[in-house]
């Protein structure tokens, strides 16, 4: 199998080297974090100093970062340049409330792009290609971030978006796209539309996929490989370290490899806290290396995962994760879109009329996601005109769908005929099965 390099020496620079290239750039984001407001107090109230860090094994006295923390810190706290070096915001879907906001300078964008091509190179896009994005542009990163990646290789760029599934495929075959990006429930569903359409899914020139932003199993790549007779390549990142980009699978598809030259990787038991033995399950933690507007340090992703050992035959010397086993938390992720329960609690209880219960029901049908929300209202909804019932179910949907991103099924029910929510009732049912 060929092994394709964007940049030959620092993918295969020898474990020793990186660590030293690691320890250097660990200490100086610690000096850039040390002028963001956030980081200036956290570190002088622990004593932090970046002359203290002697080797990468010190990264444990230094303090995890959380998505709370980014919250609370809304929305300039952990910034650590003067805002007019800062040319891009990014947030990730998910937060109540205040979004959890990040910022670039041009340098970050610069870099996160090249991240990006080295992903994509890697497992072959070139030039000649005809790249069409299919993940949704704006607040996220897969959309821009992909974009501009393709675009640094030279590929021919088509920002499709998300959705509109006819003209997806009519663009497919215009344009002659030879490589997508795509969320793996998203492809499934996409083959049933080619189907609809009396198209096979194999008569396109795509020959690879690019496939994130949501978890999937290896069977559904394979099937999703079946179906189009494509590659199909696991791409993994978070806004809070860029977006995508941050790991991504070679031509051997036998792990994701982790760009450790730009983060710093650990994997830690999140009930004690204390780094797991390599090779082992754990949620992983990163702390950003080169990002200058708003550096994190040891980040808690609350996805799970492992390292996998030992060298991959592609020569790349960063290490490999497998792909993401779950999460550590209750947030969900539909149609690519990462929604808490929390954020459906807290908006029903601002409506006049609903009461104390609701119960999330995830489905999966023809591979397309949908969400019901099942909630209970005053008794008296029922009692009289039904047009009062129907007004309130299209006021929750128009509230849930501006606060979570996605269209939910909403089903207004009589009191007391769900589960009660004290304690730790379960107040989501998750029935997709790929
Ligand atoms: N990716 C792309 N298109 C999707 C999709 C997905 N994950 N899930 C559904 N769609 C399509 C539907 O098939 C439908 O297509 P159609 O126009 O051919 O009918 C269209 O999007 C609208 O679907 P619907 O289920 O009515 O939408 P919604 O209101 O519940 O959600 C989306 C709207 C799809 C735009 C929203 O869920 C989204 O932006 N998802 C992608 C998020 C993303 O890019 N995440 C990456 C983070 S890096
Ligand atoms: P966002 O910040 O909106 O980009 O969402 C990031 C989250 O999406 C991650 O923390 C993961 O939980 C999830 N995610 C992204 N890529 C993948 C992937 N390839 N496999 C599984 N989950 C993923
Ligand atoms: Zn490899």
Same mark, same amino acid.
């Given at each position: 199998m060929e092994s394709m390099f964007w940049e030959r020496e620092i993918e295969t620079l020898e474990r020793e080297e990186l660590e030293k290239l690691q320890l250097k750039r660990l200490k100086a984001t610690i000096r850039k974090a040390a002028k963001s407001p956030y980081y200036a107090r956290v570190f002088s109230e622990m004593g932090?100093?970046?002359?203290?860090?002697?080797?990468?094994?010190?990264?444990?006295?230094l303090p995890y970062t959380t998505k709370d923390d980014l919250r609370k810190q809304?929305?300039?706290?952990?910034?650590?340049?003067?805002?007019?070096?800062l040319v891009r915001m990014h947030s990730s879907s998910?937060?109540?409330?205040?979004a959890t906001v990040v910022f670039h300078t041009a340098k970050d964008i610069d870099k996160w792009t090249n991240l990006l091509a080295r992903c994509m190179y890697m497992v072959g896009l070139r030039k000649t290609d005809v790249f069409q994005n299919m993940m949704t542009y704006?607040?996220?990163?897969g959309g821009l971030g992909f974009h501009y990646g393709a675009e640094r290789i030279g590929a021919l760029v088509?920002?499709?978006?998300?959705?509109?599934s006819k003209r997806q495929i009519q663009l497919l075959f215009d344009f002659g796209t030879t490589a997508i990006h795509v969320i793996p429930s998203y492809a499934m569903h996409l083959a049933s539309v080619f189907e609809e359409m009396g198209?096979?899914?194999?008569?396109?020139?795509?020959?690879?996929a690019f496939i994130g932003a949501e978890p999937h199993s290896e069977k559904m790549r394979q099937r999703i490989e079946e179906i189009y007779g494509f590659k199909a390549y696991n791409s993994y990142g978070l806004s809070e370290m860029n977006?995508?980009?941050v790991a991504f699978e070679c031509?051997?598809?036998?792990g994701m490899h982790i760009w450790e030259d730009s983060f710093l990787v650990e994997v830690i038991? &999140? $009930?004690?806290?204390e780094p797991v033995p390599e090779g082992e399950q754990g949620e992983l933690v990163m702390t950003t290396l080169?990002?200058?507007g708003m550096p994190i340090i040891?980040?808690?992703?609350?996805d799970l995962t492992r390292i996998i050992s030992g060298p991959c035959p592609c020569g790349r010397t960063h290490r490999r994760i497998e792909r993401i086993m779950g999460r550590t938390d209750d947030m969900l992720i539909v149609k690519g879109v990462n929604i808490f329960p929390v954020q459906i609690e807290k908006r029903l209880l601002a409506v006049?009329?609903?009461?104390k219960n609701f119960l999330i029901i995830l489905e999966r049908e023809d591979y397309n996601d949908s969400m019901t929300v099942k909630v209970e209202v005053e008794r008296q909804y029922f009692q009289g005109d039904l047009g009062q019932l129907e007004k309130l179910r299209r006021k929750i949907t128009e509230e849930l769908k501006s606060e979570i991103l996605v269209t939910p099924k909403v089903d207004l029910v009589e009191p007391d005929?769900? &589960? $009660?929510?004290?304690?730790?009732?379960?107040r989501v049912i998750d029935n997709r099965k790929e």
């Open positions: 932090i100093k970046a002359e203290k860090i002697k080797s990468l094994a010190d990264v444990k006295h809304w929305p300039y706290g952990l910034v650590a340049v003067p805002r007019e070096k998910g937060t109540t409330g205040r704006g607040l996220f990163t088509i920002p499709a978006g998300a959705g509109n198209l096979d899914p194999k008569s396109t020139q795509v020959r690879m977006g995508p980009g031509p051997y598809q036998n038991d &999140p $009930k004690t806290l080169t990002r200058e040891r980040y808690r992703t609350k006049p009329g609903v009461g005929s769900l &589960p $009660k929510s004290e304690g730790k009732a379960v």
